[in-house]
């Protein structure tokens, strides 16, 4: 049997879990980096952890723990591994290194970055607390970890309501998306203070998309992450992290169903749930699709690139991330 049969027999189970949407003849062009991430984690004692908006190779094929950013923090701190390779962005893998500074974590791209966390600095944060003295910061964890260091507590877009309101105070700043807060804003009593940061993937759906959807695709329904605009997200008929989305489609097993997020998260669902539609206008993230098996596959040969926090910063950051955790 020649090498590429070998790989190719091996890796067939794997093809299995993605035929419904990677081509059959697209599959030789992956199989070999996903033959060799497998036995290259088995010997670097390596996991791989994916947000839900890596494509389905890296999503189903390689990856050992997936899920949205609040699910990738938490287990985090579960693994016995050596090594931890984040696939997905700069702001994931600090954090998974904040609650794991003994291990090495890696990123195989240092320029899968995030808009939103691109739109604040440290500096900002001292401002807005100058600003509003005794209000508490509220801080999304799509941010450096400068950014939580100056923060109280952090959240992500499955708990933001419940951070916030937990913290048992009237007002709280709610940094740095302006949409996720005037989205939380809308479904609770205590005042939010926000600041102008956009996810660039999210801010493009508008709500004329959404009624030009649902003219054309009767019955369809419509979920929406909340780093979308309130405009669309009142079009919608859920709003959730990317966890609950699929959590959503689990449960409800919609007929044909609309995801108002990053492309790959159809494709990582549709998966799952072959009896249902799902109608696919999305927005791809530039900084997610950096990450590829050929560069988790390099990430896992040479150990670049290696993430790293200044230890003054991370005491400050871990403190946010970890109060997070606890509530
Ligand atoms: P989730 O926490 O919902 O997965 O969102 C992360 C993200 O970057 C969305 O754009
Ligand atoms: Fe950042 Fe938006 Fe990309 Fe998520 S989808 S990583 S928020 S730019």
Known sequence: MSLDAAVLARTAPLYERVRRVIPAMEWPVFADDVDA?????RERNAVILAHNYQTPEIFHCVADVVGDSLALARKAVDTNADVI???GVHFMAETAKLLNP????LIPDLGAGCSLADSITPEDVRLMRATYPGVPIVTYVNTSAAVKAESDVCCTSGNAKRIVEKLGVPKVIMLPDEYLARNIAAETDVEIIAWKGHCEVHERFSPTEVRQLREDHPGVIVLAHPECPPEVVAEADFSGSTALMSDYVAEHKPARVVLLTECSMSDNVAVQ???????RPCNLCPHMKRITLANIREALETGQHEVTIDPAVAVAARRAVERMLAL
């Not at 991430?37 to 984690?41: N, P």
């Not at 749930?273 to 109608?279: E, N, T, Y």
């Open 273 to 279: 749930h072959p009896s249902v539609d799902f109608i």
């Open 37 to 41: 991430i497998l036995s290259l984690k």
């Open 85 to 87: 390779v984040l696939a």
């Open 102 to 105: 003994d291990k090495t974590v």
